[in-house]
């Protein structure tokens, strides 16, 4: 048994089931979400309709989800020096989840990169597909050990920068994963764009059965804009993966509600009229920084 099955199986103790969840979620990537998108696009044709598929969706989603994250915030990650370990997020102020909430990264410069299951899992896959990365030994290692079909690397905190900053210049928003099957903790960001990302079509088909269900969670930034700057060019409706931008006649349109908070019109908007804040009407971000303060070790 390879060192990072066995991490596996000490990590999960008792939970024999979760280990093997774990491992088999990871190694055969591809395959699982790939019967993942099957049973979304089963649910879409045939299933919305049912009063009990909505209550299924919403457990689901419970158990695996993800948090937006800003690129500043990905950085952050990306760059820990040390261990992160914080609790539960019992309040559920930065992951609105009843399970797998905690922010745990261990040696965070351990760093590797692999073909996204979800692209993968396309017909059509944007490019290029090298995109999830996992940070710190919950994840980085089983992939090295076991994904060479997925064309694991090991990279720097600099790589992982670039890949990012890369996938964000073509549409790709990030998102930190969490799943009770492997851990309950963070460590998997991936690069997800709206075309291929099962879990944004996850939420999508969701939402079509009950609005308030999602199985991403908002990054906690809203958009600030400075209105004398804006030259109505409609880059940041171009850039937005949620149609949250609109150019009108009337001028520039920005739909808070349908924001996710990722940050890409920001990008995109040459004459800086655009900002983010993080917006207390929203979720915490999971900005380290501020999740250490909120989360503590409790
Ligand atoms: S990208 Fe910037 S300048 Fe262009 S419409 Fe959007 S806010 Fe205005
Ligand atoms: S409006 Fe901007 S921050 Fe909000 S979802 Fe669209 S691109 Fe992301």
Not at 2 to 8: H, L, R, V
Not at 38 to 47: P, S
Not at 199 to 222: E, F, Q, W
Not at 264 to 291: E, F, N, R
Request: hydrophobic share 40%.
């Amino acid at each position: 048994m390879k060192p990072s099955t066995k991490a596996i199986f000490k990590r999960h103790g008792l939970r024999l089931d979760r280990a093997l969840h774990n491992w088999v979620y990871f190694v055969f990537y591809t395959p699982y979400v790939k019967a993942a998108y099957k049973a979304i696009n089963l649910v879409e044709r045939h299933f919305t309709g049912l009063p009990f598929v909505g209550a299924f969706a919403g457990a689901v989603f419970e158990r695996y989800h993800s948090k937006v994250l800003s690129f500043e915030d990905a950085k952050k990650i990306l760059f820990l020096n040390k261990d992160l370990v914080l609790g539960h997020d019992s309040a559920k102020r930065i992951i609105p989840y009843k399970y797998a909430n905690k922010l745990v990264i261990k040696n965070p410069s351990l760093i590797a990169v692999m073909d996204c299951p979800c692209k993968k899992a396309s017909k059509a896959p944007c490019e290029p597909v090298g995109s999830c990365i996992a940070v710190g030994e919950n994840f980085a290692p089983l992939w090295l050990e076991h994904c060479a079909h997925n064309n694991v690397r090991q990279i720097t905190s600099d790589e992982a920068l670039a890949i990012i900053k890369a996938m964000r210049a073509s549409g790709h928003i990030q998102q930190a994963f969490l799943k009770v099957g492997t851990g309950g903790v963070t460590g998997v960001i991936c690069n997800c764009c709206p075309k291929c990302c099962a879990s944004l079509a996850a939420t999508r088909v969701a939402k079509k059965i009950d609005p308030a269900l999602s199985m991403n969670a908002h990054s906690g930034y809203s958009i600030k804009a400075a209105p004398d700057l804006c030259q109505q060019c409609g880059n940041c409706q171009e850039a937005c993966p949620f149609d949250a931008m609109r150019i009108t006649k009337d001028g520039r349109f920005y739909n808070k509600e349908q924001c996710m908070g990722c940050g890409l019109c920001v990008d995109a908007c040459t004459q800086k009229a655009l900002s983010l804040y993080a917006d207390p009407t929203k979720l915490m971000p999971l900005d380290i920084d501020m999740a250490k303060t909120a989360l503590g070790k409790n």
